[in-house]
Each structure stands twice: as C-alpha cells, then as structure tokens.
C-alpha cells in the first residue's frame, strides 16, 4: 500500500477539488475495506463512490468539458506519476489499482476525429514506467494503450485537438516511444492468452496478445519512417532489432522452427483451397501462413505508410540444405512464376514472423540510412548496428519469396533472401560511396567514424552471408568500395570509363582510419570468408605454431621437450618484406626422413595475424609419384656377359657408282696425299702415321686393361644407392620462386634495376643473436589482430550497497539463493572455456593469446585451481579457472564474474613485474601516423582540408624511398614518444549487473568494485580508468518473467549503443545476445570517438617497424647472396 504521506507529498500540483478528494480517500483507505463494488451480474465495475466527478448530475451546469480538461490532464497525470513511483516489492491495494485502471480506461477513448487531447497527451507524457514495475492487471490497458500509440506516432504532423496545448511534442514522442519499447515483447510472451476490454460489458472486444503483434509491429514501422529527432529514432532502432531478434528466437527455440516450414508446406500442397480473403485494412507485410497463424486475424493500419506493401509466400515446402558449401541461394528474380503462384501469394492471410520482420526491417533501415540518416553521427552508427545485428540472425526460410509493390511506382518484385542481401550490402557501399564523396569542407571526424562504420557492418554481411562473393555483381561492387576507400577513387568512375590501374593513380584516400577499415575489410575478403572458424576455432584467427612448436617435430632438437625459444629461433631465417611482414624460414624437413624432399616451413608474421605454411619442392604431384620401395636391396637381374661378335666390313665413303660419275673442277680442289707429300715433304707425312699408329696402340692396351679390371663387364658389380640428400638450401628456392630475388632478370649496373640501399631493399635481413628478439617476438604475438573486450557480471541482492557484500554473493554458501534465471542469462553471453588451454582473450593481459603447455600440465593446473575455488561452477566465471568467452571475425570479449580471487591477483600484479610488454598495449610509446615525413629536408606541405595528404616520405625511417603512387604506411612519430598525452584513453569498463530490486541500482557501489576489475592493461595507461567512464547495464528480472534494462554511462554523444535503450523491456530468450551485442557496439563507438586509437592491425605494423629498426642487418648485395647459403645453427 502506498504510505498516504508519499501520496501528499505528489499531489501537490493537482487542482483543489481533485486534491482534496485523494487526500481524504487515502487518510480512509485503513478504515474501510473498499471503495468500489464489483458487480458480478454483468462482468463489469461500477463506481459507488457519491458525488463523483464521472457524475454529470454532480457538476455545475456552467462547468463543461473544455473548462476543465487542463484540471483532468493534471490530475491523470499525477495519478501516473503517483503509480509510476511503486518500488520493487511494494504492494497496491487493489482498490487504488482498479480505479486507476478505469480512470485511464475512459481517458484514452480515442475520438472519431482520431485527434491527441490534452489528458492523452498528459498520460503518455507521465506513463514511461507503467508496464515495467509488475503492476497486477496493468496488461488490461494495453489495447487502449496501443490505440493512442496509434495516434501520436505513426503521423509526421500530430492532430491536436485545441492548438493552445504547451507541451514538446518531440518529448511527447519520446514518452510515447518509452511505452512502445516496453510492451514490444508482450504478445510473443503471452501469445494466446486474452485481454479483457474494461469498457465492454461482453466478451464480444476480447483480444489476444498475439492478435496485437501486427499493430505494434505497424506502429514502429511508421514511426521510423517518419521521426526527425536524433534520440528517438535511436530508441526506435533499438526497438525494432529487438523485435525481430525476439522473433527469431522465438520460432527457433518455442515452435522449434516449425512454424514457418509447417507454413510453407501447408501453402505448397493446398493449391489454394484453404486460404482465405485478408481484409482491406490488415497488415500485408507478413509471411508463409501455417493453421494456427491463419486464424489470428490482425487490424492493424498498412505498412510502411501505405508506400510499400507485401506479401510473404514459400517457393517450396523443403528448407535448404545449409550445410552445403556449394549449395547458394539464386541472387536472380524469377521470371517464371506462374499467375496462378502469384494470385496463391496474395490470398495468404497470415501475422508478421521472423521472416518478414527481418525484409521489412532491412528495406526500411537501408532506405532511410541512405535518403535521411547519413548526415546524423549517433543515428547513421545505430542503423548500422541494426543492420550489422540483422545479418547475424538466421532464418530458415532462405527459400522463401518475397512479393514487394510499389505503389508509387506500379512495380511488383518478386525476391528471396539471399537477394535482399545483396540489395542490403549493395545499399551500404553506396553509403559508404556518398560520403567518400562528399565535397572537403563536409569531411569531419564524425563522417569518417561513419565510413569506417560502414566498412565493419559490411564485413559482417559478408561473414554471415558468404555466398555473395559467388555474385559478380556484389563482389565487384564490394571491391569497388574497398578500392574507393584505400585510394581515394575508384578505377572506374563510371562502367564505359577506361580503367586506371593502381600505379597511375594517386592515393588519397579520405583518411587513414578509412583506409584502414578499408584494408581490414579486403583481409576479411581474401582470408575469412567462408573459412572462419577455423580449424583453431573461433578463440584464435592466427596459427597456434610458434618456432618451439615447430623444431619439437625436427629431429635436430634433442631433447626437443627441453629446447628454449632462443634455440628454436636460431634454426630460423628471419627476413621482412614491405616493412610489415616477417617471414621465418625453416629448412628443415618435419618428420619426413623416409621421403626428404626441399623443404621450408614458414612462419608469417603481418599485420593480420601469425600463419604457418609449409612448402616442398617435387617434381611430380603427389598424386602421380607412385609408391616408392625403400628396401635396403632392392635386388636387381643378373647381367650378360656373351659379347656379340663384330662381323667385319670395309667402311664405304662414298656410293659404288661413285666411279662412275664424271668429275668436275671442284672434285680437285682437295688434294690428294701425294700431292701432300709433294708440298710438304715425305717428313710430315711420316710424322703423322707415327702419330696415328702411337695411338692404335694405346686404345688396344687401354681396352684390354679394362677387360682385365674388376669394373668391366665381366667383373661387374652391383649398383648400390647414393645416400639420401639431406641438405637443401630451400630458403632461397622459396624466396627466388616467389620473387624476392630477381637478379636474373636486372642489370646490377643500371641504377633503375639496382636494389638500392638496404633499408629500401623488397627483402631485410633480421639479426637473430640478439637476446632480445625473442621477447620482441613474444610481444608480436602477445597483440591480437582483433579487438578485445572484457564484461564484468556482478549478481545484487536487494538492499545490497558495498562491494564485499555484492562480491561475497558469488560465494559458495548453502544459506545464498540465485535467481535461476541468471544463471541461465549468463550460459547465452558466451561459451565457457578453460583458461589453462585458451589461446584467445582470457580477460587478462598477461595469460592472452599465447601458446598453452601440454594436456597433462594443463590437467594438473586445473586441479590445483579447482581445490583452491569455492564458487558453484554455474557461476565459477572469475578468470582463475573458467571465463565466458565469444569472438566473431574481429572482435573478442571475455565475460567475467569477480569474486575475492581477482582482487589478490589484482593485488599481485599491482607492481607491473608479471606484465612487461608495454608495446602489447600500445600506450606506453605513443604511435602516430604522418602525412608526411620529411625528416631533415623542408617543411611539410600544406595538407588537404579535413582530410589526409600523403605524400612521399624522404626521409631516414621505415618505410622511406617509396614513390608518390604508393601507399604511405604509418610511421612513427618523430620525437618525443615516450611524453605523456592526453590522447592515451583507458581500456572500456562495460558493467553488467543483475538486481534484484530495481531501485538499488542507485546505490550501487561502481568506484568499490573498479579494485576488483583489473585486466593488466591499466598499468601501462596514462589514464587511469574512473567510474564516472564506465558503462552500466542493469538488469532487473519482473515478476512476469521479463527483464528491465537501466542504462548508466558517461555523458557523451556516442555513449549509449544499441540494441539495448534505458528501459526496454526484454524476453530471456534474447537477453544474452542483446547484452553481448550492445557490449561490443559500446566498445566500437569508445574507439571511434578516441582520436588516438589505432586499429589492431596497424599496432601489429608498427610492432614489426620497430623490429626492423632494431634488428635490421645492412648488408651489401654479395652479402645478402651469402647470407642464402649459410646454414642456420
């Protein structure tokens, strides 16, 4: 009950009669058991109060409803604020409910002119929280409720009933929103469970929640075709990715998928003889019917603002197969539907499924985001969000067709799926398009958040729907934004232009960030498309092979159990290739003694992560080798020693009738040995027989020593084997074949052809001696290529205030009790995983993305935790064991429960020794990129408006020597790196906290628990974090079984995220993708916002940079030669 001093204290503004009556009826409510009398004769309620003002006989006759209606709005206004102040737990006396309950039954009567008057006005202005506070019976007002929603926001222009009403409209829209957002998810909870209508005294205007779906789901389509202010399409958008993610999951799990196959087989086999005539006014944006959806019959208004209707049909009865990876969905219209299908589609009366809320939401988003949002930062970064959320979902009906009309146009289009994808993908490069190509002035920190938005949302289409790239159309178009956002143009302006290649163009891209989403999204293409997860899984898009993996499979390492890095890495040759790759190259074969061939294993180190490939050379396929014996003695025939007998004959020169022939003056020309004999003298002629007969005489010794030795024919012996060759120089093989040795094919002397000074050689050398290149490697690989993120879940007990009482809840105790519900919550935020064998973000610097030892030490680590911890394991999410763990293609995020052990460990390492790379986060040397770096030369030139000039870089650093046409790679600031900035921004703190009463979240004790939230990172910030920048989702758990969301942030224009909107009204069903999702979109818009982030893959560039610098060995051209044929140790 409410106290009657809380009631006095609220009613203060309400007009004298009015106030008067509350006051006396609340100092009564204990002395008398009711107020109202509930007729049973007819079902109805009827007022027994005496001299009430719904009495006519009571007012005065000069008193009419225009006089009073400022006084009724004031009043019913007070009454909302009055219930809307009820705390968790506190009880209501029915008979305060019931007569609100008919009070604002008969104040959202909607008249025939369908006009808002001031007390409807003044309801939804004070009603926000009405359906989120557990209020028994609240639910009977929902129709009325959805009526005046009907009112105020599917209309641009608002119909007032009398002009002189004061109040904001948008306001009025946004309170209207509000009670939209909380009642979205009723009539999928409820379903089929009726609503009673107050101001009937039959049963004859019983609703269902279900029958109200259409029209909710009608009211937030037109609302966002036509709302203008900034935060409350936000809260729209919110809204509608709920809705169909809600509805998603609610076929998949509650109807099993069924619904909408069964639909689909049902208008497959009835030719058309069950279905029935759909009314003028019912909705036509749905999909394939099924029995129990045909008889739900919706009233409410057209779609789309009466622009665009639908209607959803089943091409076929059975679902695609989408576990073939050749089977793709047809991106082509049909052109061979027959009459007869068409006029099936139009007779299909059914309500709006996951199906078609999903083509509905993704034609109206792309729409508005290309004709009205693009020049809004806050609404462009939520519509992208939804249209990132929406590619993610899946929906069986791949095969289903879409029949689009447009009124406007008198177009009938018949689609599927898969083509509103490409329409989607198609949609968001031509966003990305328009703002590329906005004129200078208009370029802004903000318009190229957008961009690189646009670019993220786009590689989630493609991940999700890889079969697009099968699409020639959708990959040109795609490749064409890339290459629009890494040069700054596009080859091909217009499709007749002659393309300009890349060497001719000049690259201006609209800034680095764009150019580096750019980059990141065609490394998507060409890498994970279609591949991810790989077989490392989803926790590491990187190899999970180092050098000591590798050299533990050589039988050069003995013992090889006991070999160091250090070791490992001396058996590597390590080079670099444009100033961003390390390659490591081992020539040695991996347990291949049997069959050795030329072999090189490599490890690739670049900016997207580290791979291992591993190469041979063969001259023959393996599949055309054939089985080769490798016995000892293979054996062979015996050879014959019979010598054929040589059958004597006088060797001709010349034909036989050669005589016969008349000679001419050339057979003179060459004269005859006496005619040598006669110019020479018989002396030479001598000389020469002596010569001739010398040597017969030799070969016929000759031959007869052979015949006599052990390896003549007759003494032959049998043919043994050369020894296997062990010894390959394949490095260079390697490096030759793929290009980085072209010395065949240029003139050392030609200055043009030179290799030119070390530093701007294709191919670097890296000194491995060092003792320090091993821990630079390790911090290599300590930074992922993608980003990271931490959740810490904390569970509140009511009346909870201190940090030790709300970490203590996580302790194991026989007296604690858990809402089961959020152990359920938290098995959908991720999957758990074990930290001993995690090779993806554990939530700790320090324990992240390496290489794990052994099972038996993993089992032996984990048994030693395990007797150590004393939290249930439904909830043992702390990080010393177990953490909730999910990753997509680029990002991670780690979902942690605190408990007492994360503040000794955060005590431990307090100090900083356990963590040592400061290059892994990035803060302590403070990168940045140069337009130009001219170093001791002239001044840089003055650079584009707004945007990024690059130019050539002269000077002494990485990356230098390279040409105006090519791409300018981040390089390090001159000067001063090591000064503290305020640039540097702390890692998000992203809160989720469950509460058990609501109202507890304003005590909650956020700078307390900050101690118990440390992830390592933070001692190598130059900010430290503070609670008045972390990010708060409060969770409270309704007695109906739904969730209320309360939103905390930093203020901020990009603070709050979607999906989740302060206080929406969720399902369970969703939570936990709605959670995860809204954590990562607040991390996204953190780094947008921060002027100095960079992306993952350029800090791993820049790591490598600074590993050239250091390692880098200057070696001539001969040396460079050389350096190929030493062996490594």
Not at 789 to 803: E, H, M, N, P, W
């Amino acid at each position: 009950m409410i106290p009657c001093q809380h009631l006095l204290n609220l009613v203060e503004s309400m007009p004298i009669l009015i106030r008067n009556m509350i006051k006396e009826q609340a100092c009564e409510a204990s002395k008398r058991p009711s107020s109202m009398i509930m007729e049973h004769r007819k079902g109805s309620i009827s007022l027994s109060q005496p001299n009430s003002l719904n009495d006519p006989a009571s007012l005065p006759p000069t008193l009419t409803i225009d006089k009073y209606e400022s006084g009724r709005a004031e009043a019913i206004g007070t009454l909302c604020k009055i219930f809307c102040a009820k705390k968790t737990g506190e009880e209501i006396l029915p008979v305060y409910l019931a007569r609100f309950y008919m009070a604002l039954q008969q104040c959202l009567k909607i008249t025939e002119s369908k006009e808002c008057d001031e007390t409807l006005a003044s309801i939804l202005l004070h009603s926000g929280d009405l359906f989120r506070l557990d209020l028994d019976g609240i639910n009977v007002l929902l129709p009325g409720f959805i009526a005046a929603l009907e009112i105020v926001l599917p209309d641009k222009d608002l119909k007032l009933k009398t002009q002189s009403m004061a109040f904001n409209r948008t306001e009025l829209r946004r309170s209207a929103i509000n009670i939209l957002l909380s009642i979205m998810v009723l009539p999928l909870h409820y379903q089929s469970l009726p609503i009673r209508d107050l101001s009937s005294e039959t049963n004859e205007k019983m609703f269902t929640f279900i029958q109200l779906k259409s029209r909710l789901m009608n009211i937030l389509m037109n609302a966002l075709q036509v709302e203008t202010d900034a935060q409350n399409t936000h809260m729209l958008l919110g809204g509608l990715l709920l809705c169909v993610q809600d509805a998603v999951t609610f076929e998949e799990t509650d109807l099993g998928g069924g619904g909408s196959g069964s639909g689909a087989t049902h208008l497959h086999n009835s030719g058309g003889a069950q279905h029935q005539h759909q009314h003028h006014e019912a909705n036509l944006l749905s999909s394939g019917c099924s029995e129990r959806s045909a008889s739900l019959v919706s009233t409410g208004t057209a779609s789309l603002g009466a622009q665009t209707t639908a209607t959803m049909g089943a091409g076929s009865g059975s679902i695609r197969d989408t576990a073939s990876a050749h089977d793709y969905p047809s991106l082509t219209i049909s052109d061979d539907m027959s009459f007869e299908f068409g006029q099936e589609l139009e007779g299909v009366t059914t309500y709006d499924n996951a199906h078609a809320l999903f083509v509905r939401a993704t034609y109206l988003v792309c729409h508005r985001l290309i004709s009205s949002w693009k020049t809004d930062l806050n609404v462009s970064l939520a519509a992208l969000e939804l249209l990132s959320g929406l590619a993610r979902l899946h929906i069986r009906e791949t095969d289903t067709l879409v029949k689009i009309y447009e009124a406007s146009q008198n177009l009938t289009i018949i689609s599927s799926d898969a083509l509103e994808c490409k329409r989607a993908v198609k949609w968001i490069c031509d966003y990305i398009c328009y703002q590329c190509s906005r004129p200078p002035p208009a370029h802004s920190k903000d318009l190229h958040s957008t961009i690189v938005a646009a670019f993220q949302c786009t590689a989630a289409w493609l991940m999700q729907h890889p079969y697009l790239l099968q699409d020639k159309d959708c990959l040109q178009t795609v490749l064409e934004v890339v290459e629009l956002g890494i040069s700054g143009t596009k080859s091909q302006s217009k499709s007749g232009d002659i393309p300009k290649f890349k060497d001719e163009k000049e690259l201006k891209p609209a800034s680095m960030r764009v150019r580096d989403a750019a980059e990141n999204l065609l490394t998507i293409i060409l890498e994970q498309v279609g591949y991810f997860p790989s077989e490392c899984g989803p926790e590491s898009i990187s190899s999970l092979l180092d050098e000591l993996a590798l050299m533990k499979h050589c039988n050069s390492m003995v013992p090889a159990a006991a070999a160091s890095t250090e070791q490992a890495i001396a058996k590597f040759k390590y080079f670099v290739t444009e100033n961003s790759t390390i390659l490591a190259l081992l020539e040695e074969p991996l347990g291949n003694d049997q069959d050795p061939q030329p072999t090189v294993t490599l490890l690739i180190r670049g900016p997207f992560g580290r791979h291992a490939w591993t190469m041979q050379l063969r001259h023959l396929p393996r599949s055309k080798s054939g089985i080769k014996y490798h016995a000892v003695n293979p054996g062979r025939p015996i050879p014959m020693n019979d010598i054929s007998q040589r059958p004597e004959c006088e060797q001709k020169n010349f034909p036989d009738g050669v005589d016969k022939v008349q000679p001419c003056v050339a057979d003179y020309s060459i004269p005859t040995i006496e005619q040598i004999r006669e110019q020479y003298g018989s002396a030479s002629i001598r000389e020469l027989e002596l010569i001739l007969e010398n040597q017969s005489i030799h070969e016929k010794l000759a031959w007869a020593e052979a015949d006599n030795s052990v390896d003549s024919l007759s003494h032959s012996q049998e043919c043994v084997p050369p020894l296997v060759c062990q010894e390959f120089h394949a490095a260079r093989l390697f490096l030759s074949h793929f290009g980085f040795l072209t010395f065949e094919t240029r003139n050392p002397h030609n200055p043009a052809e030179s290799l030119g000074t070390p530093p701007q050689r294709p191919l670097i050398v890296l000194d491995t001696k060092s003792t320090a290149f091993a821990a630079d490697l390790d911090r290599l690989d300590k930074l992922s290529a993608r980003t990271h993120d931490t959740v810490y879940v904390f569970y509140v007990k009511t009346g909870q205030t201190s940090a030790q009482q709300i970490i203590g809840n996580m302790v194991e105790e026989p007296s604690l009790t858990y809402d089961p519900h959020f152990a359920g919550m938290l098995q959908t935020l991720g999957w758990p995983v074990l930290v001993a064998d995690h090779s993806g973000w554990t939530g700790f610097a320090h324990n992240s993305w390496s290489l794990k030892g052994t099972p038996e030490e993993q089992h032996q680590q984990q048994q030693q935790l395990q007797l150590k911890s004393n939290v249930p394991s439904e909830l043992n999410y702390n990080g010393s064991q177990r953490v909730l763990y999910w990753a997509d293609v680029s990002s991670e995020i780690a979902f942690v429960v605190p408990t007492t052990w994360n503040l000794r460990y955060n005590s431990d390492i307090s100090d900083g020794a356990s963590i040592a790379n400061s290059d892994q986060i990035g803060s302590s040397n403070v990168w940045a990129r140069c337009e130009s770096d001219t170093g001791t030369g002239p001044a840089k030139s003055k650079p584009r408006n707004l945007s990024l000039e690059l130019e050539t870089a002269t000077g002494t650093g990485a990356g230098t020597g390279r040409t105006q046409k090519e791409p300018v790679p981040p390089t390090r600031r001159k000067g001063n790196v090591t000064k503290p900035t305020l640039l540097a921004q702390a890692p998000a703190k992203i809160f989720l906290v469950w509460l058990e009463s609501y109202e507890d979240y304003l005590n909650f004790p956020l700078e307390d628990l900050l101690a118990y939230t440390r992830t390592g990172e933070e001692l190598h910030s130059l900010q430290q974090p503070r609670a008045a920048d972390c990010h708060v989702i409060f969770v409270h758990s309704l007695l109906s079984g739904l969730l209320r969301v309360k939103l905390q942030g930093p203020p901020g224009r990009m603070s709050f995220a979607t999906p989740l909107v302060d206080g929406m009204v969720l399902s369970r069903r969703v939570v936990g993708n709605l959670v995860r999702q809204t954590a990562l979109n607040i991390s996204r818009r953190r780094r947008l916002d921060n002027d100095n982030y960079q992306p993952p893959h350029v800090r791993r560039r820049l790591k490598v940079q600074d590993i050239v610098q250091k390692y880098k060995m200057d070696l001539s051209e001969a040396e460079l030669l050389a350096h190929l044929f030493q062996r490594a140790i």
